[in-house]
Structures are given as C-alpha cells and as structure tokens.
C-alpha cells in the first residue's frame, strides 16, 4: 500500500529559511512506495551524493547507498534508531 511522503520537494521549496542541506536516505525505496519522492536515484561509494537543490543560498545534496544498513551490526542499527526517532518525529513543528 502506497504511504503519503514523508519528504517531498514541494515541502522543501515551501519551507522559509531552511537549514536542510544534507538528505540520507537509508530507507533506498525506489518504487512508487517511495516515502521520499525527492530522491529517485542511488548513489554509490564512489559517489556518495547527489544535489538535488542547486539553490545558491542553501543547495541540498542526497545520500542515498542502498547497502548502507547492511554495513552496520543490528543493535548499532537499533540503538541509532531509538536516537534518531524523536527528533524524525519532531521535525514536522520545525522549519525546515
């Protein structure tokens, strides 16, 4: 079932001020699932970004290596998500 997207580069281009110049995607989903529609492509280690904002004043680039989780121990995975969770879910009282 398709979810509404979490980021999308309306959002982005609404937002006033925005501080957001570095976008990781870990979740790498490609097909129309895609929480986060702002990205479309995978980057690599040799090429681990991709600007996908080119705005003089507050360009955004995108991390996006689909292997990345993998590299990682499950409990380093899980300890980093319990930290990250709030403050994913406070982002939305934020400005961007």
Request: glycine share 0%; hydrophobic share 40%; proline share 9%.
């Amino acid at each position: 079932k398709k979810i509404p997207p979490f980021l999308t580069k309306k959002m982005i281009e609404d937002a006033k001020d925005r501080h957001l110049s570095v976008f990781v995607d870990v979740s790498c989903e490609m097909s129309e699932r895609n929480p986060f529609p702002i990205n479309n492509e995978i980057t690599t280690f040799k090429t681990p970004s991709r600007r996908i904002i080119n705005d003089d004043k507050c360009p955004l680039d995108v991390i996006a290596i689909d292997h990345l989780p993998s590299l990682i121990p499950k409990e380093s995975s899980e300890s980093f998500a319990n930290l990250l969770l709030p403050t994913l879910l406070a982002l939305k009282d934020t400005n961007l």
